[in-house]
């Protein structure tokens, strides 16, 4: 199994201020035929379901504000919120796909406002 | 706009089998474009990909719980469901069902594969009682 841990597991960060969020995979979830990175993350506020955020690893789901952004690539991903807004406060999971048909979540990373 | 609403009890007791449907609506289940697929979220927890049906009934299940789970599909009502069996406390989570892409790649690993969760219900709390 592809274990995803992410990091920090808490993290307070001031209104209009940039968070940064890591999620780490145990192996590669990159193709190298495609160049693809099988990674997916996704907002989860309290009392809601997941939504998701970036496929691909960088690629903005439908509807998402331009403030959210995902890099990274093998290993190794970042999500960037450029300007936290209060509406922004949630648990954020990455999620690996790359082990077809099987996927598996990181523990999740908890945003508040400082 | 696609919705999906899970429905079934709250409470099972233990060693019973949970069951639960996912009806969605604002969209055909019947689509060649998605797989359907059942998570879970114990309380205070992450998230655990239980498994997912295509309209063919074709299926895949998480290792970990493919000896107690089932899935089916019935695309004449645009639902699927999910049987886990011989329950105990530690399966008391929130479930979800949610649309998984099934996309098509020449180059990828596989030609036709599952990838991430693009809309997801609003989840049910079911627990399990002793």
Redesign the interface.
């Given at each position: 199994d592809i274990v995803m841990t992410q990091s920090p597991d808490s993290l307070a960060v001031s209104l209009g201020e940039r968070a940064t969020l890591n999620c780490k995979s145990s192996q590669t979830v990159l193709?190298s035929?495609?160049r693809?990175n099988?990674l997916?993350w996704?907002q989860q506020k309290p009392g809601?379901?997941?939504?998701?955020l970036i496929?691909w690893a960088s690629t903005r789901?439908s509807g998402v504000p331009d403030r959210f952004s995902g890099s990274g690539s093998g290993t190794d991903f970042t999500l960037t919120i450029s300007s936290l807004q209060a509406e922004d406060v949630a648990v954020y999971?990455c999620?690996q796909?790359?082990s077809?048909?099987?996927?598996?979540?990181?523990?999740?990373t908890k945003l508040e406002i400082k | 706009q696609l919705q999906l609403q899970e429905s079934g009890p709250g409470l099972v007791k233990s060693p019973e089998t949970l069951s639960l449907t996912c009806t969605v609506s604002g969209g055909s289940i019947n689509s060649t474009s998605y797989y359907w697929g059942w998570l879970r979220q114990p309380p205070g927890k992450g998230l655990e990909w239980i498994g997912s049906i295509f309209r063919t009934g074709d299926t895949y299940y998480n290792p970990s719980l493919k000896s107690r789970v089932t899935m089916s599909v019935d695309t004449s009502k645009n639902q699927f469901s999910l049987r886990l069996s011989s329950v105990t406390a530690a399966d008391t989570a929130v479930f979800y069902c949610a649309r998984q892409i099934y996309y098509y790649d020449s180059r990828g690993p596989i030609p036709r594969a599952l990838a991430y969760f693009e809309s997801w219900g609003q989840g049910i709390l079911v627990t399990v009682s002793s």
């Open positions: 193709y035929s495609n693809k099988y997916a996704y809601q379901p997941p939504k998701l496929y789901a999971y999620q796909y790359y077809n048909p099987s996927n598996t979540f990181g523990q999740g | -």
